[in-house]
């Protein structure tokens, strides 16, 4: 996978259709224009079928240019409902996947000092680039930023105490191979936390889904947070041997 910069992939333009055109619906229903709110809410449905259409097509990661994405509101996938699910303690080593600029990692960090460092891996130097000016606005001198991919971690066996992956995991080619090399970093008993949302993500994964996959990994599914179609998911990994070392 290349670490250029990216354009807008055909995924990423229907999900912008699909927002604006549900926000159209709601504003007609409120003036009374049933018509209209109708049209938009058929826009909206076929833009998100769209969209999955072509990320299972071809997964790639959220391009830079459309990053102001990550700052609207996200709730029920909120940085404090993430840090109930995850329960990051002051002196831990946790590891996050696919940052992007940062939105998780302020709140996370802070709840790891004095001592505790958060690692983050992505395979976007833009995005990268905007996370560490803004943990420095911050004050967050405790995120260790590294440029990489998430199918072949740079990281030592058996390192980190938890990990975490928000909306990640459907834009990879081989998810199968991040789970498993998250698994491998982890700690016996570590805590992974996945985070998707299918209403407004088209790369969300199920719950079933994963629930497959993290078992194919090594890991224990603990509990969910959340409804189906927006939740967090709390695994733990299991004391096998190490597969391979990377770091």
């Given at each position: ?21 549900a ?105 990268l ?58 700690k ?17 994964v199920?719950?079933?889904?994963l ?37």
């Open positions: 996978m290349s670490h250029s910069r990216r354009k807008a992939r055909l995924t990423d333009w229907a999900s912008v259709v699909a927002g604006t055109s926000i159209a619906a709601a504003a007609a229903v409120a003036l009374g224009k049933v018509p209209l709110a109708g049209a938009c809410a058929a826009v909206c449905a076929g833009a998100i079928l769209g969209a999955r259409w072509s990320s299972q097509r071809g997964p790639s990661p959220m391009p830079y240019s459309l990053r102001w994405v990550l700052y609207l509101p996200r709730w029920p996938l909120s940085a404090h409902r993430l840090r109930v699910m995850l329960h990051p303690r002051p002196g831990e080593r946790i590891l996050e996947l696919g940052p992007g600029v940062g939105i998780y990692s302020l709140p996370i960090s802070a709840a790891l000092r004095p001592t505790g460092v958060l690692e983050v891996l992505d395979i976007q130097a833009e995005m680039a905007t996370l560490q000016e803004r943990a420095r606005a911050a004050g967050a001198e405790n995120i260790v930023a590294t440029l990489g991919n998430a199918q072949r971690l740079p990281y030592a066996d058996r390192s980190f105490d938890a990990a975490y992956v928000i909306g990640v995991l459907g834009e990879l080619p081989d998810p199968d191979a991040a789970l498993k090399e998250i698994g491998r970093v982890l016996p008993g570590g805590r992974l936390v996945v985070g998707e949302a299918l209403v407004i993500d088209p790369d969300g199920r719950l079933t889904a629930r497959e996959m993290a078992a194919r990994a090594g890991f224990m599914f603990d509990r969910r947070l959340g409804p189906g179609a927006a939740y967090f998911a709390k695994f733990s990994s299991q004391a096998a041997a190490p597969t391979s070392i990377t770091a």
